[in-house]
C-alpha cells in the first residue's frame, strides 16, 4: 500500500494549496508598491479575520515571538501580573513574564482541566496590571472561558489589560474579542489559517496602546508602536516573510470565499470565519464521540477545546504505540503528550483545512489501530465510524435550525461562548 502524508498535529497543520501557490509567486520586494497594497489588504483581512475594530500587527516571528512582544510591551520590571495556567502553553506565560522581570501570580488547574473563574476573582489583585491566558490550551485539549475572565476584570472595574493566547483558539472557537473586552488577541500562521510557520500576529486594544506609552520594559524587533506605524504606510519595520503574507493572503481570499453567494462571489470573512469555526466544532465532536466508543476516554472531558482533542489511551497502553502506528501504517502525524504528558496522552486537531473526509479517514485508521494492536478491548470494526456518522448526521440536521451550544463545554461557559446557542439548548 502506498501511503499519503498527512498532518494532523495541532501546529503546523495541512496547508492549503492555493496559499503554497502564492508562496511560490511571491517575489516581490518589500519596498514596493506592489508590497504595499497586499500588506495594506492582508491587514485588513485579518482585521475581519480577528473580528475586530482594533489594529493588528504582524510579526514575523512564530507564536511565540507574540506572546513574547505582549509582554515586552506591556510591562515594566515589578509589574504584578497573573497568569492562568493548566497546560504547557500556560506556564510559557510565566516563563516569560518572569524573563522580563514582573511578580507573577498564578491561577493553575491540573492538567486536562479548567481553572475556576472563583479563584481567579480571588487572585485579581488591585495591582494586576495584566492578566495572560489561553483560549485553548493546546498541551492539554482544554478550552478556557475567555469570556468569563473577561467579564470578571470588566464587573471588578480592575485596570488590568486581558491578553489571550487565542493560537490555536482562533479559527476554532466563537471569540469576540470588542465585545467581550480582550485587549490582546494573539494569532499564529501554522494553525487555523492553513499556512506554514513563520508570522504571528495581534489585534491590540486602544487600552493596551496606552498602556505600552507608559511600560517600559526592553523591546527592540518587537516594538509594537513602531510595526503599527509602519504598517500605517503598508509596510513593516523591517524585511517580513513575504512570501507567508502573500499565502496569508490567499488563505483569508479562501476562508472568505467559503461564504460565497451569487450576490457576493467573493465572499464574506466574518461568515467564512463562522464556517470554519463550526467545522472544527463539528470535526471534534465527531472525534470524541468515535474514540469513546473505541473504547478509550478523553483527557479533557469537561471543557474539550475543538482545535484538538487529547485522548486518553486505555490503562496501561502507552500513547505512542497509537501516534507510532498511525504514521507507519497509514501516513497520519499525529501528536503525542508534551513533556510529562508524553505516554500518556496523544492529540489530533481539528484546526484549519481539516473537513469531514480527513476526520472519518483519521477515525477508520485508528479503528485499524484499535482492533489490530489491542485486540482484549473487543472492539468491533465500525464502532468509532457509525459513532462519529451519527453525529455528523445530527449536526447537520440540526446545526442550521436548531442553534444548539455546540461549543463542548458542559458548564455555563457554553452559552457565553456562543451567544445565542446555550439558550436555545436550554429552553
Ligand atoms: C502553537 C502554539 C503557540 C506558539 O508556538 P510557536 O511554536 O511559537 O508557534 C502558542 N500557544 C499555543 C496555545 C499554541 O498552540
Redesign the pocket.
Known amino acids: 500500500m502506498i501511503r499519503k502524508t498527512r498532518l494532523f498535529t ?2 503546523p497543520t495541512p496547508l492549503l494549496p492555493a496559499a503554497q501557490f502564492a508562496m511560490a509567486a511571491a517575489d516581490i520586494h518589500h519596498r514596493t508598491a506592489e508590497f504595499r497594497a497586499l500588506y495594506t489588504r492582508v491587514l485588513a483581512q485579518l482585521k475581519e479575520f480577528v473580528g475586530t475594530k482594533n489594529d493588528v500587527i504582524i510579526l514575523s516571528s ?3 515571538g507574540a ?1 513574547e512582544a505582549a509582554v515586552s510591551n506591556l510591562t515594566s520590571p515589578g509589574d504584578r501580573v497573573l497568569v492562568l495556567t493548566a497546560g504547557k ?1 500556560g506556564e510559557r506565560w510565566s516563563a516569560l513574564a518572569k524573563a522580563f522581570g514582573c511578580a507573577v501570580d498564578v491561577v493553575s488547574a491540573p492538567y486536562g482541566q479548567t481553572f475556576s473563574i472563583d479563584e481567579v476573582k480571588a487572585a485579581l489583585k488591585l495591582e494586576t496590571r495584566v492578566v495572560f491566558m ?1 483560549a ?3 498541551s492539554t485539549g482544554v478550552r478556557h472561558c475567555t469570556p468569563a475572565v473577561a467579564k470578571l476584570i470588566k464587573d471588578t472595574n480592575s485596570e488590568a489589560l486581558l491578553v489571550v ?1 487565542a ?2 483558539g482562533l479559527g476554532t472557537s466563537h471569540l469576540d474579542m470588542d465585545g467581550w473586552g480582550v485587549d490582546v488577541l494573539i494569532g ?1 500562521s ?2 487555523s489559517v492553513m499556512i506554514p ?1 513563520g508570522l504571528s500576529y495581534l489585534a491590540v486594544s486602544d487600552k493596551a496602546w496606552d498602556r505600552m506609552e507608559a511600560s517600559y520594559n526592553p523591546r527592540y524587533y518587537f516594538d509594537l508602536r513602531k510595526e503599527r506605524k509602519n504598517a500605517r504606510l503598508g509596510e513593516s519595520a523591517y524585511t517580513p516573510a513575504v512570501a507567508l503574507i502573500a499565502a496569508l493572503g490567499a488563505a483569508l481570499n479562501y476562508i472568505a470565499g467559503q461564504a460565497a453567494t451569487t450576490e457576493k462571489p467573493e465572499g464574506d470573512l466574518a461568515a467564512g470565519r463562522k464556517m470554519l469555526v463550526e467545522n472544527a466544532e463539528t470535526i471534534s465532536a465527531m472525534t470524541r464521540a468515535a474514540v469513546l466508543a473505541m473504547g478509550m476516554t478523553l483527557f479533557a472531558p469537561d471543557a474539550p477545546s475543538s482545535a484538538a482533542t487529547a485522548v486518553l489511551p486505555p490503562a496501561g497502553v502507552d500513547s505512542g504505540l497509537f501516534v507510532k502506528e498511525l504514521k507507519s501504517r497509514f501516513g497520519a502525524i499525529i501528536t503525542n503528550g508534551q513533556g510529562e504528558m508524553k505516554g500518556q496522552i496523544f492529540r489530533i486537531a481539528h484546526l484549519g483545512f481539516f473537513d469531514y473526509m480527513d476526520t472519518i479517514a483519521l477515525i477508520g485508521a485508528l479503528e485499524q489501530v484499535v482492533v489490530k494492536s489491542l485486540p482484549q478491548l473487543n472492539i468491533p470494526f465500525g464502532a468509532g465510524l457509525v459513532a462519529a456518522q451519527k453525529l455528523y448526521a445530527n449536526r447537520s440536521q440540526t446545526a442550521a435550525a436548531d442553534a444548539k451550544c455546540i461549543c463542548g463545554r458542559t458548564d455555563a461557559c457554553c452559552s457565553l461562548q456562543n451567544p445565542g446557542f446555550g439558550a436555545a439548548s436550554k429552553a
Open positions: 495541532p501546529g512564530s507564536g511565540t506572546m502553553f489561553q485553548t490550551e493546546t493566547d493560537i490555536t499564529g501554522q494553525k510557520p
